[in-house]
């Protein structure tokens, strides 16, 4: 029955509960008041230079801007790249290598001070001064990167970005062509900070922004307050449209159980995380108006340490991939409306992405059934049988579920298994850093921008791996010197044909998805539960939910 109800809620929601966007006029009347948001954690350090998960960049949309953003509009159209800080886009060079942009005049940050030229060139070094986890990936590929990378303290991108103070421009140059560089240049790792901004990591510190809000106050342990940016005027709606909430105040700590009573009880507007499975057909069934659900380009996998035993050996990888059952984890989510079974890398509707699953009863195209004499078998080929393997999840009921499943399948092929469950706000640096010595763990990926690249070439390239370092995002420490170099080939490929290039990928995505260095597990769909007073909920495809562009009444 809880099945059927959930089943019945989802096709209603699908059918169509999204609220259609009114009139200025009357939307100028929603301007004002608190929108109170919820999450189990902070999503760890404030600083935007650092910061990789989903819940900091969704929250960043409204208050940081680089020279170029995405498109603050729903669906596809939130993919496109606009002008932002800079006045159009730029000026690009024949051979592809050369951007040229003007800066907007005018524009000022939330302490007053005027945004100029060198805010923007100091930003850029700075990416690689804090050794941002994008440096050694997005960003390589700026002239005089390289001695950034070799030398983080030391950086200036001498003759990679140039300034001119009276022309109002800055110039950047790559080594070669990068048919992905906009789309980069759009994510909040390259906003413009205040050049004197210290170049390490900011952690609870704000620093001052230039889009309509602003963090006014932070404490990781209870929670975020934004508020509106004094010195923030318009200057495209596009790029970065004034906001409805007068202060949007994020507070952590309820357990979800809680954000979801706290939200049908109208004490809360919105809560980040995931709700609970046992929660679900109650609020489908009583609250349909209040849902909405969309798809996203993401997977949860269980990334696998290529660098420790057991999973230094690929069979004793293989053997887990084999061992799951997909359909049980896609239940612990919520059910089919809501996940899907994967076994590859790529997500599907997605570039590159060509359907394929080697890790199933019957291998071919898609999921069937776990083989778990396969996967025993393969367990003891790899001679790891009996060995301690520690699974790291996010304290969060999803995440909890779902990790005490697979530590039943591990133990259910030979090995001596835990799960150790530790705060949303740090888990995700803490499985990256190779000095805690993380076996297995269980996370998200959500697209960074709409391309194969992001999830093959920065979770699994080798420029991707620092050994200890909170920005080593190739977490599983996976690095195939061919895979790589034909990675290489398809980004260049990329910038004279991509549609060759997307051909390329999907037969990346099967060579990596063969050497098993993370675990599909599924991909999501997200769902919002939203107060009944919130209104104008507009869902982007590339930062989801645009929490400031919704009135509270």
Not at 59 to 75: C, S, W
Not at 113 to 130: L, M, N, P, W
Not at 253 to 277: H, R, Y
Request: proline share 6%; aromatic share 10%; with cysteine.
């Amino acid at each position: 029955m809880k099945k059927l109800l959930l089943t019945a809620s989802a096709v209603a929601l699908m059918a169509g509960t999204w609220l259609a966007p009114a009139q200025a006029e009357y939307l100028q009347e929603h301007r004002g008041g608190t929108m109170r948001l919820l999450a189990r954690s902070a999503a760890g350090t404030l600083d935007p230079h650092i910061n990789y998960t989903s819940q900091g960049w969704q929250m960043y949309q409204p208050i940081y801007d680089g020279l170029v953003t995405f498109r603050k509009a729903e669906g596809m159209d939130g993919f496109t790249v606009v002008a932002d800080l800079a006045e159009a886009m730029p000026e690009v060079s024949s051979d592809g290598k050369t951007f040229t942009f003007k800066l907007r005049k005018g524009i000022k940050f939330s302490t007053g001070q005027e945004v100029g030229v060198k805010d923007v060139v100091a930003s850029f070094q700075r990416i690689f001064k804090v050794s941002g986890p994008t440096s050694g990936t997005f960003y390589a590929g700026i002239v005089g990167a390289d001695k950034c990378l070799a030398d983080t303290k030391s950086c200036t991108l001498e003759g990679g970005v140039v300034g001119d103070e009276a022309a109002g421009t800055i110039t950047i140059n790559l080594v070669k062509p990068d048919a992905e560089f906009l789309y980069k240049l759009a994510l909040p790792h390259a906003v413009t900070l205040p050049a004197d901004t210290p170049a390490e990591d900011a952690g609870s510190v704000p620093i001052p922004s230039t889009g309509p809000y602003m963090i006014s106050a932070f404490d990781p342990n209870k929670g975020m307050t934004v508020t509106r940016n004094p010195h923030f005027k318009q200057w495209s709606e596009d790029a970065q449209p004034d906001g409805y909430p007068d202060v949007v105040q994020y507070d952590f700590g309820l357990s979800e159980e809680a954000a979801v009573t706290a939200i049908q009880n109208g004490e809360a507007d919105w809560m980040f995380d995931s709700l609970p499975s046992d929660r679900l057909a109650e609020v489908g069934t009583k609250y349909t108006e209040q849902l909405h659900i969309a798809p996203l380009s993401a997977w949860w996998y269980a990334p696998l340490n290529t660098r420790l035993a057991p999973f230094d050996n690929v069979k004793a990888r293989q053997a887990v991939a084999f061992a799951i059952d997909r359909n049980a984890l896609v239940k612990l989510f919520g059910g089919k409306v809501l996940a899907s079974p994967v076994c590859q890398i790529l997500p599907p509707d997605f570039p590159g992405h060509v359907d394929y699953c080697p890790y199933t009863k019957d291998p071919g195209a898609k999921w069937s059934a776990p083989d778990l004499e396969k996967a025993k078998q393969l367990v003891d080929e790899s001679g790891t049988k009996g060995q301690k393997v520690t699974l790291i999840v996010e304290d969060t009921a999803v995440s909890r579920s779902i990790g005490v499943y697979l530590q039943s399948v591990l133990t259910s092929i030979g090995y001596v298994a835990d799960v150790k469950p530790i705060s949303a706000n740090i888990q995700f640096t803490y499985i990256q850093n190779t000095n805690n010595k993380v076996q297995m763990s269980v996370t998200q990926w959500y697209k960074d921008y709409p391309a194969a690249s992001n999830f093959l070439n920065i979770l699994f390239g080798c420029a991707s791996f620092r050994e200890g370092s909170d920005a080593s995002i190739n977490i599983a420490g996976f690095c195939d010197k061919d895979i790589d170099a034909k990675m290489q080939k398809a980004l260049d490929l990329g910038v004279t044909d991509q549609k060759a290039a997307d051909v390329l990928w999907s037969e990346i995505d099967k060579q990596v998805t063969d050497q098993a260095p993370a675990i599909g597990l599924f991909t999501p769909k997200r769902l919002d539960f939203v107060s009944k007073r919130l209104g104008n909920f507009k869902f982007n495809r590339q930062f989801d939910w645009m929490i400031t562009q919704s009135w509270v009444q």
